[in-house]
């Protein structure tokens, strides 16, 4: 095998010298690659700068250099052991036979592991002792044949008295220690075995790499228990200098605090004498901001009472910056009676016209709260509550409120809330506590009288164990209550009697109802395509342009272009996406402009391809085919209404029902209903019973995706199937809502307006609705009333008459 034998004795110092590798074959050897097998005595060695590893101990080795990387892979690829030896002197990067301690420990790699950042690291543990016999040369690493050390499996009594003694100052010396764990004495106790017990706490031992390992090669196991007996000895008599040094250290700290303390009655002494100095000038300012504040008297009382607290207390003390931050917030809070605002019903009305387009329901019930408040200024603040689709305005109504009543404006974002510490504060035992959202931002807005908006108090979180904040909001939006909300933090009562809460939601049916109980509810349904293109020419286009930095004179946006975009490029019930696809149109025009291809654009619809893409909406009317079996219901969404298409197909059976579109339980009753109904009446409709008993019926409605629960289907259900059983079409210009009863009643629902704009944006211009919905006429907008042909169903039969096409042969006749 050619290999060189660099040495015979590996405790003699010549043998070591002619240690020197024949570089030229060593090198000739790695350049070709060559891998020989190792022989059977043969060790992969790990040369280690500062670590030595004892048989047992389980390590973690960074390996840096190419040549260990080598060795420790090929070891883990061999599933051979590994020869961790110590270097003699560290400094040196490619470390030969001369450079390292012929004794080591064998080891098996557990891990090993390439980070992100490129370096290796090998987990690996201590097997049995070894000493070197020989080096050898051609390999990539570094290869020795070694001989196995191991300790003999019988002891003597002076053995076993030895590791007694040696466990018994090694647990001494772990109770010396700070912050031992237990577990460490508990595996101290476990380990068994003197040469393990040796072998255990020589790993643990704070003492340099070279006495480890000398008692590495301290073969003798009864030596090399008296050596380290000897090293315990001295660990145990400095831990115990250091313990007393410490204590001693800690009286000097106690003496320390004994003189602050007497200096600091010595200051009092002094001040009653009128020999000290005339006072502390920070407690003198604290004092005269409290009486300026012109708190109510409980609070007074409390502040006056905290301050005192504060005046005797040291400024080291921990509670001191705690006191004070509290009193600073007393003192920033207005407590004071407001000075109210002239109000002019005029101008009020003028900047709510301004602002918003439409609403003229919530314009209407804020002039009645100004007008009342002019009249009886000592009048409690209205609690409003707008709720809405997205995207109507709710949150930048609220701005307009105050603008309009001249107060300030805070905002309070409610959505994801699930600590009642959120509105009511902490308590002030707790580090780092603060008062609530309501406090803050009353400090924030600087007065009583502010218009302070609660948003998104749909989203609250639910109750669990940091308490209810839907309970918690309970005593803010309560009139008999809020003059006396007291936040945990303050511990004082505070009057919020004069706040005006607004709050916003999308739907009604998470709010908790005596929280809904407390509020004024106004609702926000959706835009016409009229009146968003009002909104659109007055405030989207304007602002857009200013957010790209156009000028009117350079770009210019019609109505029709302007109704493009409403019917074909958004669907929604508030402005939007419509006022995103603005913004995206006048983004084209100013990269042109910017560009100098143009100087001024005039927007037609013809341009709107090009610049927004293909229609992304069309008339659902456009879907439908003039197959029996399919009607077109009307929907309610918290976005808004919209239509929906309920389709019905026969075929043979015996008669079961099947339902499918992710129906919720009262909209499958209502599927029952409206079939139980056509079989009711199937003479008079003339559809044949024995068609009825051999057939299914499937019932779909489409969106599967989407969930679907309510009572409105009903008459659209029992329509599609008529227009099933009888084979005449549903006309596809008639959309459908309202509840049935197998007496055949249309019976009213809610939703009203959403429903009619949503038949409307599909572009179906008759719409049949139970005739005990009359009364919410009068909340659709005029222009949208003026578009739509309404039918008013008290029977089922008046749907029937109004929704199906005549037969082919009867049209014919």
Excluded at 120 to 129: E, T, V
Excluded at 670 to 679: D, G, Y
Aim: proline share 6%.
């Amino acid at each position: 095998m050619n290999e060189e034998i660099k040495t015979t004795n590996p405790l003699s110092a010549d043998s070591r010298a002619t240690a020197g590798a024949d570089a030229t074959s060593e090198a000739r050897a790695q350049a070709e690659g060559r891998s020989r097998p190792l022989p059977d005595d043969g060790l992969i060695i790990l040369p280690v700068r500062n670590v030595v590893m004892f048989p047992g101990a389980v390590f973690p080795l960074t390996v840096g250099r190419e040549r260990s990387r080598a060795a420790a892979q090929e070891s883990v690829r061999a599933e051979r052991p590994l020869g961790v030896l110590l270097q003699t002197k560290p400094e040196i990067e490619e470390p030969g036979p001369d450079d390292l301690h012929w004794v080591g420990t064998s080891a098996t790699v557990l891990r090993y592991v390439t980070t992100p950042d490129g370096s290796h690291h090998a987990i690996a543990r201590g097997l049995r002792r070894f000493r070197v016999l020989q080096f050898l040369d051609g390999y990539p690493f570094t290869v020795a044949r070694v001989q196995f050390i191991d300790d003999p499996e019988e002891v003597d009594a002076e053995i076993e008295g030895r590791a007694r003694t040696l466990r018994e100052r090694a647990i001494e010396i772990l109770q010396l220690l700070p912050q031992v764990p237990q577990e460490m004495v508990a595996a101290l106790q476990a380990v068994e075995g003197p040469s393990r017990l040796a072998d255990f706490i020589a790993g643990l031992m704070d003492v340099s790499a070279e006495e480890k390992q000398g008692l590495l090669e301290t073969f003798d196991l009864r030596a090399r228990l008296d050596k380290l007996l000897q090293l315990l000895a001295h660990r145990i008599e400095v831990l115990k200098v250091s313990r007393d040094i410490d204590e001693r250290t800690r009286e000097s700290i106690t003496d320390v605090n004994r003189k602050h303390l007497l200096r600091e009655q010595m200051r009092q002494i002094q001040k009653e004498l009128g020999e000290g100095e005339e006072g502390n000038a920070e407690i003198a300012e604290l004092d005269k901001a409290i009486t300026d504040a012109h708190m109510p008297e409980e609070v007074e009382k409390a502040a006056r009472k905290e301050l005192k607290r504060l005046e005797r207390m040291p400024e080291a003390a921990g509670e001191y910056s705690m006191v004070r931050t509290y009193l600073e917030l007393l003192l920033e809070l207005p407590w004071a009676a407001p000075a109210e605002p002239p109000i002019d019903i005029a101008e009020a009305r003028r900047i709510l016209d301004e602002d918003h387009f439409g609403l003229e329901k919530i314009k209407r019930r804020i002039l009645e709260y100004l007008a009342v408040r002019k009249l009886n200024p000592e009048g409690r603040s209205p609690i409003l509550c707008f709720v809405g689709p997205p995207g109507v305005g709710k949150t930048s109504l609220g701005q307009s409120i105050a603008k309009a009543t001249g107060r300030n404006f805070v905002r309070v974002s409610l959505g994801g809330v699930h600590d009642e510490a959120e509105i009511r504060g902490h308590r002030r035992t707790y580090i780092g506590s603060l008062p609530g959202n309501i406090i803050q931002n009353i400090r924030k807005a600087g007065t009583r009288t502010c218009v302070m908006m609660l948003d998104e108090v749909d989203k609250i979180g639910a109750g669990g164990f940091h308490g209810d904040p839907a309970s918690a909001l309970l005593e803010v939006l309560d009139p008999e209550q809020n003059s006396t909300f007291r936040d945990n933090y303050l511990a004082v009562p505070f009057d919020l009697s004069h706040v005006m809460f607004i709050c916003t939601a999308n739907v009604l049916d998470t709010i908790p109802g005596p929280l809904r109980d407390r509020m004024e509810v106004i609702q926000l349904p959706g835009y016409t395509a009229q009146e968003k293109l009002q909104i659109a020419r007055r405030y989207l286009v304007p602002r857009q342009l200013t957010a790209t930095g156009l000028k009117p004179e350079q770009c210019e946006i019609t109505d029709e272009a302007l109704l493009a975009i409403i019917h074909d490029y958004t669907r929604e019930a508030g402005v939007r996406n419509l006022e995103r696809e603005i913004g995206n149109v006048l983004r084209n025009v100013a990269v042109r402009i910017a560009e100098g291809s143009i100087e001024h654009q005039k927007i037609v619809p013809d341009d709107l391809h090009a610049i927004l893409g293909a229609r992304k909406f069309e008339a659902e009317v456009a879907m439908r085919s003039g197959i029996p079996g399919v009607a077109t219901g009307l929907a309610w969404t918290p976005v808004g209404g919209d239509i929906l298409f309920v389709e019905a197909a026969r075929m043979p059976g015996n008669g079961k029902l099947i339902l499918t579109g992710q129906l919720g339980d009262v909209m499958k009753e209502s599927a029952q209903a409206a079939l139980s109904l056509v079989k009711a009446r199937a003479a008079r409709l003339g559809v044949d019973a024995e068609v009825l008993e051999k057939s299914d019926i499937h019932v779909h409605v489409p969106a599967g995706a989407t969930p679907k629960d309510g009572p409105s289907a009903g008459v659209a259900m029992f329509v599609a199937l008529t227009s099933l059983l009888t084979g005449r079409p549903v006309r596809s210009d008639v959309a459908m809502t309202g509840e049935i009863s197998l007496r055949g009643l249309v019976l009213p629902i809610g939703g009203v307006k959403e429903k009619v704009l949503a038949a409307l944006r599909a572009g179906i211009h008759t719409v049949m609705l139970p005739a005990r919905n009359q009364r919410d006429l009068e909340d659709i907008p005029a222009d949208a009333r003026a578009q739509v042909k309404f039918v008013w169903m008290e029977q089922v039969d008046d749907a029937i008459a109004t929704a199906l096409s005549p037969l082919a042969a009867e049209s014919a006749q």
